[in-house]
Nanobody, 129 residues
Framework: QVQLVESGGGFVQTGGSLRLSCAAS????????MAWLRQPPGKEREFVAI?????????????YYADSVKGRFTIPRDNAKNTVHLQMNSLKPEDTAVYYC?????????????????WGQGTQVTVSS
């Protein structure tokens, strides 16, 4: 059974930083496509970032980001702790959302929430103006 548990959300002022964590069990993050998506108030869930897992003998740490967060967010992976993070810097009010950690067995279109098989419970991030 795969479980993803997020932590680290909270309230921050514009320009501040937060670090979200996603602890995984039942799946090794280094060999799984791990992503963060978010759902702003009144809007649909949207892609934020993904880090590709290794496949066979090919190691991978390829990352992709939504244009809205590129240059401000990173998605580091801690293999020893089987955890993926979302480091968020220079936060803006439009980053306010519930942030979800997700994992997929076969992720072709990372931007589509339907590509992901496993989800965490979500953590609220609120950025004040």
């Amino acid at each position: 059974q795969v479980q993803l548990v997020e932590s680290g959300g909270g309230f921050v002022q514009t320009g501040g930083s937060l670090r979200l964590s996603c602890a995984a069990s039942g799946r090794t993050v280094s060999s799984t496509d791990m992503a963060w998506l978010r759902q702003p108030p009144g809007k649909e869930r949207e892609f934020v970032a993904i880090i590709r897992g290794s496949s066979g003998l090919v190691s991978s740490s390829i990352t992709y980001y939504a244009d809205s967060v590129k240059g401000r967010f990173t998605i580091p992976r801690d293999n020893a702790k089987n955890t993926v993070h979302l480091q968020m810097n220079s936060l803006k009010p439009e980053d306010t959302a519930v942030y979800y950690c997700a994992a997929g067995d076969v992720v072709v279109n990372a931007r589509s929430p339907r590509q992901y098989d496993y989800w965490g419970q979500g953590t609220q991030v609120t950025v004040s103006s």
